[in-house]
């Protein structure tokens, strides 16, 4: 029913058919797939990976990639590239605009469903003044997705966690208030949500209440937990730094209500992917640990799943 997978960018030193391969070998129905430029240079943890190359995507390559998932009996559950479409340099901006679009087209010549990403946002500038910006340039790439039968899932990460993001975060699309406006702005259904409910603790909101409200908007899902620190929290306040008072953990290992989130998820009748995202600083010193998390996560989120 739920199609159980993980991000691929977590496997980064690795090549797609080794991503692919590990996926087939450990129970995974899907991978979402990561396709930043090839060499890009961005340095964000997680940023950068590209396991397909977008831009090269060639009638013998999309063969190529096709018979690899067929042969490990896995599918692509979406196409990722995570940058900020609304930086407020124009050329970097615009480059990255364009590579969305990119990615769009490739999902379509691969026959892949989902593009997950982020809206983007001026951090030095108000909601309202960045839900402007949005109106101007995110229809366009929504008209790319109409065009080519691609849905496209927001991620819900406000981007706020190094001191180059502050004040108000990389990502603007951070809270159902913002969706709505979002949503009123450009009513497509092909534009939804991909719904990571980690960030929703750490902002003091409800994670299971959006599987609700947005049920028609949940285009994928990401499965990463979180740990609020209380005590730190009392100390700094949540106008710190996010990761001051709080650390993204494995799935069981924090504080999400995953029995309701999964109970929310069935009872919408979601059909679609659940991915894991594995950004627990406790599982990065070696190969052997970034897989021990993968396979740990999956174990825990197994008891949810057929």
Not at 62 to 80: D, M, P, R, T, Y
Not at 107 to 127: E, H, Q, W
Not at 141 to 149: L, M
Request: net charge negative.
């Amino acid at each position: 029913m739920l199609k159980l997978g993980f991000n691929s960018a977590i496997l980064a030193d690795f090549g797609f058919e080794h991503v692919v391969k590990f996926a087939g070998n450990n129970g995974f129905s899907c991978v979402e797939m990561m396709c930043w430029p090839a060499g890009n240079a961005d340095s964000r943890r997680y940023a950068g990976v590209t396991h397909i190359d977008v831009n090269n995507l060639t009638d013998q390559r999309v063969s190529e990639i096709q018979f690899v998932l067929k042969e490990a009996q896995i599918s692509i559950s979406a196409l990722g590239y995570y940058p900020n479409p609304l930086d407020p340099d124009p050329v970097k901006s615009e480059f990255y605009l364009e590579h969305i679009k990119m990615v769009i087209r490739g999902a379509a010549k691969l026959n892949i469903p989902v593009v997950t990403t982020f809206i983007g946002r001026d951090p030095s500038k108000s909601i309202k003044e960045n839900l402007k910006t949005f109106a101007d340039v995110w229809p366009a790439i929504v008209k790319v997705a109409e065009e080519n039968d691609v849905k496209v899932g927001i991620e819900n990460c406000p981007m706020f966690f190094t001191d180059d993001e502050w004040p108000g975060g990389k990502n603007l699309a951070i809270s159902p208030a913002v969706w709505d406006r979002m949503f009123e702005i450009i009513p497509s259904p092909i534009f939804g949500l991909n719904y990571d409910p980690s960030h929703m603790i750490w902002q003091m909101m409800d994670e299971v209440k959006p599987i609700y409200n947005y049920k028609d908007r949940l285009h994928h899902i990401h499965l990463k937990d979180v740990k609020l620190y209380k005590d730190k929290l009392d100390k700094v306040g949540i106008m710190a730094n996010p990761l001051e008072y709080h650390s993204p953990k494995l799935p069981g290992l924090g504080d999400v209500n995953w029995r309701g989130f999964f109970g929310a998820l069935t009872d919408v009748r979601y059909r679609g992917p659940v991915v894991i995202e594995v950004e627990d600083k406790a599982y990065e010193s070696s190969i052997t640990d970034v897989q021990s998390a993968i396979l740990t996560s999956r174990n825990y989120l197994r008891q949810f799943l057929a």
